[in-house]
Structure formats: C-alpha cells, structure tokens
C-alpha cells in the first residue's frame, strides 16, 4: 500500500480581485505551492484542479488543461473535479487516489474560483446549481434560504440560540486576524451579527461567507518520494460520501449524513477520534454549518454544537480549535478553492511553522468540506506521523 | 499490481430528448449498464460522472451527487470530471484509478450531456467553454471555426482533399445504419456531404458532429471480482495528456501532440502497437479531426490519413476499422457521454456480441477522446485477454 504526503502548499490572498483572473490567481498558488515544497515543477506528473463554476462566472470549462498550459506544465495529464462547493477536497481526494494506484509518484492538486466577474444576483444564481435545479432553484430557493431552514430547525429541535450561531462568526473572525491572506479581518462581536441585515431568517448577513475570489494549491508525494523532504504531512484518512441533492429528501434537516459516514471512514483509516484528533477546518458557508459540522464529525453530541461553541471549545485555546486561521466566513470562500485552502491550513498547523497562526502543539488535523447542503461530504485528517508506524 | 475489467456497458439512443431530462437519461443509462452486467446496484460503491456544462446547459453542477442520488445509490462516493468533450474519458480514467488505487473493486463511470435545452448559438457559445476563453472566444472564434483552420492548413501542408474529408462522414453514417441508439440512420453520399451548407470554410454541415442529448455508462470491477462474470474486457491500457488550450500556441495546427503522448502510454502499456490494435473510435467531432486522429494514433503516417480513409481501410472490413458504429457524427455527440459511449462499443465489439454492428473477429480495440481542439486527449486500450498473461 502506498502511503501520500503533502510537501508543499499556498494560497493566494482570498478577496474581490477585480484585476486579476482565474489564470493568474491559479498560476500564483500553483507557485507559491511549488516555491514552498521546493520541487521543480517540472517534476510535477499530474494536475488536479477543483472548481464549481467557471463556466458560468467566465465563460471558460476544460480547467485542467487550462492550469497545465498556464503553468508551463504541459504534456501533463490534468482533471477538473467538481462537487459544488466540495470540489477542492474532492481534486485532493482525486489526487490521493492518483498517488495511491500506482500512476504517479508526486503530484499537484489546486483549486480556485473567480466569483467577481457576475453580479451579485447572477453569482447567486449560479451557486444554486450545487442545489437542485428542478426541485430548489427552479422555485426560488437560494442557499442562505436552504441553509435557514436548517437553522431554523436546529433552533427548534435542540434549543441552538440566535447568539450561539453569531458567536461561530465571532471565533471566526477573530481567527482571522493575524490571516494576511484572509478577505476579513477585523474582530466582530455578537451583537454586531445580531445587528447586521437579516437575510434568509434567522440567518443574518455577517453569519453568511462571502462572495470571494482566490486559489489554493497543493503538492503531493507517494512515500517513496517524501523522505526527500523536511516535513512531509501525511494523509492518514480520506472519506467521502453522498446524500440526496434535494434538501427535502433526506431524513434529517439538522444532520449531514454523508458528513457522519466521511468522517468514520477517515477516522477508522487513520486510527483517530473526534477526541484525539488535535484540530479541525470544518465548512462554515453559514454559521450553523459549523455547528452542525462539529456534532457531524463527532466533537459534540448532536444538538449541543451551539453549547460546545458558547463554551469556548472551538477558540484556538479551547478543547477542539476549529477553523483556526479564520474559516470560510472570515477568510472568504472561493468555492472550489475553500477544500485545498484547508489542506493547507491544517498542512502549516501540523508542521508547526505558521507563525502568528500557529496553535501549540498540533500532531494531526481534520478537513471537512461539504458541497452544497451536504449532497457530498469530504473528511480528510492529516499528520506528522507515517500511517501506520 | 490491480487489474481491471469492463463487465457492463450501455447507452441511451442519442437524440434530441425534448421531453427528457438530464437525470432521466443519466439514470436510463445506468440501468442498461447495471442489468447488462447482471449485478445489483448496491455492489457499486463509487460513481464517475462525466460532463461538460449542465451548469450552462440546464443550471445543474454537483453531477456526481446528483446522479448517486436519482439512481439510489447513496450514500456511495460521487465524482464529476470534465475535460471538455473529453469529459466522459475522464470519469472511465478516473474510475480505473479508483479501482486500481484498492479504493474500491467496483464502481461505474458514466457520461452525460443534456444540450437541446438551450437555443443553438446559446449551445455553440457554451462549447466554446472548451476553448481559450481570454484568446478564442472573446474575439468570436467558434469549434467549428478552430477545425476549420486545422482542416485548412491539413490540405495546404498535405494535399489533404475535401472528398476525402467527406468520405470521413460517409463512412460514419455507413457504419451507423443498424445502430439502432445513433441520431442519424441514413446514408449519405460525397457529393451530398459538398453540398451541404458551408459552416466554416472548408468545413460543411455534414462535416460537423450535431447538438445531441444522451447517456453512457460502464460498469468496471477489480481482478478480485472479474472472475464471477461470463465475459470480462480488460483495460490494457491508459494514456492521458495535455497541450495548450488555444491552437495559435502549438507547435502545429495538423498534430494533436497531446494524443501521441496519451496514445504511446497506452501502447506501451498494452504492448499492442497501432498495427496490432484491431478497432478504434476516434472522435470525429468534425471530419478532419478523425483524419488527424488516424495519423496521430500511428495507423497511418502523418499526412496520409486522407489517403488512409480514400483507400477504404477504415471500413468495417476495411485494415482498421473506425468508428464502426457511426462515431460522433452519425450517433450524435452528447458531449460528456460521447467518451464513454466508445468505451461501451469497444466493448461490445470485444465481447463480440454486438449483433448486426459486429465486427468479426475484434480482440482488442481502442478508444480516442479529445477535448476541445486537443488541449486533452484521452487513449484507452481494451482487449479480452488479462494484461501480463
């Protein structure tokens, strides 16, 4: 069995880049990944991209190759992967799968998105293809609004309060201080939240991530290669699974099922649990999506997630530090980006070299990226140690 | 080392599907590869989905969910690929990797395209997604207009003639005649093909593959599993590269290097060699591009693949046989599904049970998927005999 490392990675400053292109941002991350793994990228065999909408936001699909050509990287086979708003975990996945069947021994996995180039309402729009088109957004629905009921019913079934959700914007952003990469970063407060325009209720804007442009990318090793570097982080598990599209279809509105099943394939893999796992990126689109995350990977039981926030558990001095350089709400969410940007995060936190970011003392951290309302569901944990040793 | 064989394949007839939708077809597709391979669709543990722009089409991303979700397979892991018009190639590579990875032993890849939903200069500018956005499509260069360069410049350098050009249609329309799934049954002639409107010069009408909606799908297992079933065909091989995404930046307009590149990977890999490979599909979205594809697969010299298809020797008894089931133009081009649906008719023809479309005496066959003007390019390589025996 092969095991994979992760040698290299970046991320572009996530913003409103009204001068810079999907190429550009691409090829900058691509750099900054290869510049920190200190490869040639000549030595990089594949390419793996992750990206929901470019088709819609400018006109442009066949991703993959356009990366290879940009990067000078051609004749290179290169993949476009895409699972609405998980597809930067699933190119990482795809790249890990690349690894482990034998095909290749180093590779790149990135993911971007350029979201500026539409209006707001068209942007909108178009993030309702994650959704379901004949049954959600062909009747008016929009994510905020799907993402509310959820909300809303959390609220009722386990008693989650207004102030719980806002306070996950506040760890948040207060995360994402010393970021200097993050769109966000000024600290809020609960009642700045509470204040803030009400836009899907109970959701209110600053509990919503924002419309953001950015690109993240990453460098991956089979063991073979990783004993040329300093610091390889391994991939001790990767899980994925899938649920109904449709919000209405599914069981439960406050449980992501595919979440629960990512998360025990990834915890069985790599011999980990909620408990012993160090720290967490987990995908607050929207606030009560980190709150239904922390209980769907199994850091709380399910309906105290509010508590477990309220508490402090999640604060980068807490029991379970989650999203500790300021998440998608703080840091922006550039779609297909958002996956490989918590790779490199949890990457940097392993590797203890991230400055003003650093949390003390983490081994091992779990990514947890979800497309659309949770119809896919990717978990994958990381660490210093080879699996297995 | 993992091997891995085709045990189920169908596809939908390719059609304007006015009153079908992207999910019933999806789903009609799978069913036919489910039931041609005789297993229960809760043994296939992870979905490949290829496709070009649903979200453009018909306002629907996150194909993979979507797809595990109407065929009830959830909560199975789902993955949408797209390279262009290679898309379908993709998810079949992808899903060989998958297996070949030991993620799974067996899980189906299938193709999709829903393109009648839209008017046709709305399509004509979506396909352009398939190109250079920043350097073709801005300045109004279409997919018919790029191949026309590519046809203009094959006749300068070659002596290239525009009969041979049309016999390439006429061979297709030929070969679909008892395909009862192809969009056009009939047969035409040379002369017909020089009379038919002129799209972009010296391309016409009938020299260019149609919009088309449709479904493909396979279903693949490991070595492990191989044995329970009656007529497994086994991939040989599996090639895969790159080139720039715009034409004006090739070394030059008459070589697809990026399909000599996948294509000696896949030679290599098979130890078959164009000589001893007996059938191909290669992808005929507009004629010249199956003259090229001829050359470039080694089956002929460069230059000489409209001598090759004058001469006949790509007809059904012809030297090596092409597209014997009507290839793109006359079975119609549902972008995503189109890479998967050659897998499927190599298949067939392999098992040798493919009725009045049978070729005699096929043991092996290949399969050539190109994105856009061949910024990718995908080879497989399918036989009946396990690899290394």
Known sequence: MVDVAVVGCGYTKFDEHWNRSLRDLSTE??????KDASIDGKDIQALYVGNMSAGRFIGQEHLGALAADQAGLIPIPATRCEAACASGALAFRKAYMGIKSGEYDMVMAAGSEKMTDVKGTDAVATLMGAGDQEWESAIGLTFVGLYALMARRHMIQYGTTREQLAMVSVNNHRNALHNERAQFRYEITVDKVLKSPLIADPLRMLDCSPITDGAAAV???????????????????????????????????????????????????????????????????????????????????????????????????????????????????PIGATGIRQVCDITRQVRGDYGKLQVHGVKTGLASNIGGTGATSIVHILGSERPGR
């Not at 991350?29 to 290869?34: E, W, Y």
């Not at 001095?317 to 709400?329: F, Y």
């Open 29 to 34: 991350a691509g750099m900054l990944a290869i």
């Open 219 to 333: 460098v991956l090793v089979s063991d073979k290669l990783a004993g040329r570097f300093q610091n390889p982080v391994w991939i001790l598990g990767s899980g994925q699974a899938s649920d109904t599209v449709a919000l209405h279809d599914r069981q439960s509105l406050t449980e992501a099922m595919a979440t629960r099943v990512a998360a025990k394939k990834a915890y069985e893999q790599s011999g980990l649990t909620p408990q012993t796992v160090d720290i967490a990126e987990v995908h607050d689109c929207f606030s009560i999506n980190e709150i239904m995350s922390i209980e769907d990977l199994g850091f709380c039981r399910k309906g105290e997630g509010g508590k477990f926030v309220e508490a402090g558990k999640i604060g980068r001095d807490g029991e379970k530090p989650v999203n500790t350089t300021g998440g998608l709400k703080a840091i922006g969410h």
